[in-house]
């Protein structure tokens, strides 16, 4: 019973590097978010989508891309990393319902350097 | 614009003593509400939820929360704290009409418990 399932768990990148974050749930949940942590923030969200193709900016989007081919999987792109996007990275997926219950990935630990 | 607002960042507590964490939210309906905890380098933990009914809800390992509309609050309370209740404690909301909204989320307090 996976849940929902990030990897990779910690990476260390270099200033300009690229990488994918992949978050997999195996709930069949239409939405699916993606929130970054940073200390005294909270959590904050980057991007989400409603269904397979969709996608939709959060409210810290910039610096960051995302897809969704599969309803089950939703990517999050750093196409050229910088060091404020250094943080800890939280996929979370929910059913259509109302009042569904969001349910969290264990977090990604990106360093950039 | 959607708020929630954790007034405190930091508190601590001797281990026994009772344990209130407020939380305000700002929103035109009346939100869905949640508090989760996280323990270092870990990840989030939901304790409990407030979707209507009930204004006391309770929840995992000995806490509850009471939601009053006219304060636009929902507080978390635990009668006597635990060493292991140390850790970091979000307050969430999100918009009650249904749809796609994420949830927003209050900046943290951080619970440090005394011996």
């Known amino acids: 019973n996976a849940g929902v399932t990030q990897t990779p768990k910690f990476r260390v990148l270099k200033t300009g590097q690229s990488m994918t974050l992949l978050c997999a749930q195996d709930?069949?949940?239409?939405?699916m978010y993606w929130y970054r942590q940073d200390p005294g923030m909270g959590l904050r969200l980057i991007h989400y989508?409603?269904?397979?193709?969709?996608?939709a900016k959060g409210e810290v989007p910039d610096g960051y891309n995302v897809s969704r081919l599969k309803k089950q999987n939703f990517l999050l792109g750093l196409e050229s990393a910088a060091p404020s996007q250094t943080s800890v990275y939280f996929c979370?997926?929910?059913?259509?319902?109302?009042?569904?219950?969001?349910?969290f990935g264990e977090g990604s630990w990106l360093t950039v350097v | 614009a959607q708020s929630v607002t954790q007034p405190d960042i930091h508190i601590t507590v001797s281990e026994g003593a009772s344990l209130e964490l407020r939380c305000n939210y700002s929103?035109?309906?009346?939100?869905?509400l949640f508090w989760y905890v996280q323990s270092p380098g870990q990840g989030l933990q939901l304790l409990l939820k407030y979707f209507s009914g009930d204004t006391l809800v309770q929840g995992i390992k000995g806490f509850e929360a009471e939601f009053k509309r006219s304060q636009s609050s929902f507080n978390l309370r635990k009668p006597s704290v635990h060493w292991s209740d140390a850790a970091e404690y979000f307050c969430a909301a999100t918009y009650s009409g249904g749809g796609a909204d994420g949830l927003t989320f209050g900046k943290g307090t951080h619970l440090i418990i005394q011996p």
């Open positions: 979370a997926s929910r059913g259509t319902a109302k009042g569904n219950t969001i349910y």
């Open positions: 709930m069949n949940h239409e939405y």
């Open positions: 929103y035109g309906a009346t939100p869905y």
């Open positions: 989508s409603v269904g397979e193709g969709t996608t």
